[in-house]
RNA sequence: GGCGCGGUACCCAAGUGGUAAGGGAGAGGUCUGCAAAACCUUUAUGCGUGGGUUCGAUUCCCACCCGCGCCUCCA
């Protein structure tokens, strides 16, 4: 098997995945802020921090896997403040809407998802220690870091910080720094606003300090993997880097992986445009979430991905191409024995996948390996030179690629049902399919095709597809 | 301006110093009562532009153009 080897943001090249506890590798993941629901722009990361651990766990890995849920900011404080509800009982609701997001995708639950407001202590703790090491200070009762003392600010996303000058930018937070470079660790309470009284006085903590305070708690001062959108690179993850190093005197991550953006149309998404999609947007207009996972994952993370109708359609026409792949090989009917070139086949097949995403998870790479191999085996199977103990071999081999795409044994409207999305118009039960299907062929078999050609149309407006097989047997499926 | 990602056929997209994977779409064909599914053929003498290195470059070097992102607590 090739070595992994994953793109690296720190040193901004390839490097082999080694880490730190062999056998295991410890991913920090950088959640959602739960202000709002989570938009598809936010699911292009997360399948790809799902397609990451999937495939180390394909190695035989384990995975240790961290992600917060950024429940306490600015907006989220403004919106609950307007809605005359605690922080918590605001954010409970788009958490809930998150994890049902999560498993409407196949997004498979990290080992640890930690909120922020449940690590309050270990935040404190933690800038403690910044304290005593004189890398802090304190102005109108916020407690800041200075970057002028960690003399690595900047390794991460290669920004010449040198020149940005105090005072020299609007100062969102409006709080007083001697630095504009300088960042919250921690903000004094606005009247009115919801604080914690700590040890180290009353407010609530900056943005960045929670991500090092809980990948410590749970991963150890060094992780192997952090992951997140690229623009978090700066100044997210520079800070991160800043906090975590200077207080432990050991390098935090060891590698950084950065999902580039999704676009709309071309555009950047943006509530302005009016290209802002959730999920649930995307379910109402009827995208089915195999859809939406395989558009997501087909593009490697580390491209821009221009998310359209047309892509789309794309991605619902390759699933439903390897979907009825795997139908056929179940229900169709082969000659005894078996063929030594199709387990051939399957070998390279796996292979090149396993490659593929072992070269900076290039899917792309990966997908067009399992459609070789569908061709082929199809046009084997066209030529009768498909036999009948190859195709447990085949249905093993795309078993085999599942446990990482995870399009390929859901049923899609089962699975929106399971997470709660109901769709608008209830479909044609089975029984009901199965009845006209009878009639049809009975109509068929008077060759009164009139007939049987209408009863095919009735299926096609109720989304059911019928598929007549050469020995007269009948296979449907749902659009 | 700085940092970063990218510009490959109608669309999405892989890729290598030696002559362009894969998917979608279109066209034609096989199969079928007709469809669907599947298969076959077909759609880039060319990979943003201009130079250079080389026997040979889409792939290496230089310059330039264009798109996008970050540099403002947006994945």
Redesign the pocket.
Known sequence: MNEIRFHNTLS?RLEALAPLHPGEVRIYT?G??VYDF??I??F??FVFQDILRRFLLSRGLRVMQVMNLTDV???IIQKAAEAGVSIREYTEKYIEAFLADMAALNLQAPEEIVRATDHVEDMVDLIERLKEKGLTYESEGSIYYRIAKFPEYGKL?????GG?KAGA??D??RYEKDD?RD??LW?APKPGEHFWETRIGPGRP??HIECSAMAMKYLGETLDIHT?????????HENEIAQSEAATGHPFARMWM??????IE????SKSLGNFFTLRDLFMKGQKPSTIRYLLL???Y?????F?G??L??AE??V??LR??VT?LKTEGFAAGSNAKIEKLADKAEEDFDAGLA?DL?T??S??A???L??EV??A???GEFRQQDAPRIVAAMQKFDPILAVLNDDDADKLAKVGFVPKKPRMNAEAVEALIEQRNVA?KRRD??K??EI?QQLADSGI??????DGSVRWKYK
Do not use: Y
Request: net charge positive; aromatic share 8%.
């Open positions: 901004n950088c959602p802020t989570a938009h722009g936010n292009r990361t900011d600015d907006r996303s290669k920004i010449d910080v940005m930018r609007v969102n937070d504009a960042f919250a903000k900056g943005w997140g959108g690229v623009d978090l690179t700066f100044p997210h950065h999902a580039e953006h999704l676009i071309g555009e950047k998404m087909s593009v490697p580390r491209r821009q991905l221009n359209t047309d892509s359609k794309q026409a390759s439903e191409r009825n792949f056929r070269d290039n792309a790479f997908l067009a399992i459609f070789d569908v061709r199809n046009t199977m066209d030529r068929k095709f009139k049987s050609d095919r597809i019928l598929e007549d097989s050469k």
